[in-house]
């Protein structure tokens, strides 16, 4: 078990410092050309891996262009085109109501308000941060994840299990010019070693520092449950 630095802001800045060094071009993995892909894509990537959309949008932002595409396409037609993605009837659904909001609200625009992205439909605050922060350069918040959340509480540095009071938390945590890339460092760092169901602590840069490290600690913090 590796022991925690003395408060919680510094183990988030410890976090971030050792998670650049090892992950130095950490960034989005969707592709997306515009904010509507963009949007699109967020959408499409909920309890989906990123993999599996960006070779779904291919095809799709070859057929479709502009919200206009998406507001006009039968529904049927759309989630047959989407139908590789998990739940690909009810985003189909999200992405054409969305594209309607989008033309009949904001004049073909993808908005840039926290606001007006949760109104759309299939956005929560999470698809909103993403698309504020890469679609219009503006960082409100901290996007949450399954791997932001895993890491965060494996790591000490939350208590809390549902994703608005984590990111809450880790905004009174982690520095805010940090905010948007700290989401990158736990996904790669997520997906390279403090995986879901098999974290390999031996050969993880952040063993010492972490209290669900599985040499001896028995729990692990992200489930509260023994390893
Ligand atoms: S891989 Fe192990 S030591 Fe590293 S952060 Fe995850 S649980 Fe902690």
Same mark, same amino acid.
């Given at each position: 078990?590796?022991?925690?630095?003395?408060?919680?802001?510094?183990?988030?800045?410890?976090? %971030?410092?050792?998670?650049?060094?090892?992950?130095?071009?950490?960034?989005?993995?969707?592709?997306? +050309?515009?904010?509507?892909?963009?949007?699109?894509?967020?959408?499409?990537? +909920?309890?989906?891996?990123?993999?599996?959309?960006?070779?779904?949008?291919?095809?799709?932002?070859?057929?479709?262009?502009?919200? !206009?595409?998406?507001?006009?396409?039968?529904?049927?037609?759309?989630?047959?085109?989407?139908?590789?993605?998990?739940?690909?009837?009810?985003?189909?659904?999200?992405?054409?109501?969305?594209?309607?909001?989008?033309?009949?609200e904001h004049?073909?625009e993808v908005p840039d308000t926290m606001d007006e992205l949760t109104e759309l439909?299939?956005v929560?605050r999470?698809?909103a941060n %993403?698309v504020l922060?890469?679609g219009h350069?503006v960082?409100e918040g901290?996007? %949450?994840?399954?791997? %932001?959340?895993?890491?965060?509480?494996?790591?000490?540095?939350?208590?809390?299990?549902?994703?608005?009071?984590?990111?809450?938390?880790?905004?009174?945590?982690?520095?805010?010019?940090?905010?948007?890339?700290?989401?990158?460092?736990?996904?790669?760092?997520?997906? !390279?070693?403090?995986?879901?169901?098999?974290?390999?602590?031996?050969?993880?840069?952040?063993?010492?520092?972490?209290?669900?490290?599985?040499?001896?600690?028995?729990?692990?913090?992200?489930?509260?449950?023994?390893?």
């Open positions: 078990m590796g022991t925690p630095l003395e408060s919680r802001t510094e183990q988030a800045e410890e976090l %971030v410092d050792r998670l650049e060094e090892a992950y130095p071009d950490s960034t989005i993995s969707l592709r997306y +050309a515009n904010r509507l892909e963009l949007l699109i894509a967020v959408i499409l990537s +909920a309890q989906c891996t990123d993999e599996r959309v960006n070779k779904e949008t291919k095809h799709l932002f070859e057929k479709y262009d502009g919200p !206009a595409d998406y507001a006009n396409a039968p529904q049927d037609e759309l989630a047959e085109d989407l139908s590789s993605i998990t739940y690909y009837n009810s985003k189909a659904g999200y992405i054409k109501d969305s594209c309607e909001m989008i033309l009949e004049d073909g439909s299939g929560g999470k698809t %993403v922060q890469h350069d960082v901290i996007v %949450v994840d399954t791997h %932001v959340q895993r890491l965060s509480r494996r790591l000490g540095l939350t208590e809390e299990e549902y994703p608005e009071p984590i990111e809450q938390e880790l905004m009174d945590l982690v520095p805010e010019g940090y905010w948007q890339q700290f989401t990158h460092l736990c996904i790669d760092h997520g997906r !390279a070693t403090c995986t879901a169901r098999n974290p390999d602590c031996s050969d993880c840069v952040l063993a010492d520092i972490c209290p669900s490290e599985k040499g001896d600690s028995e729990i692990d913090l992200a489930s509260g449950e023994p390893w």
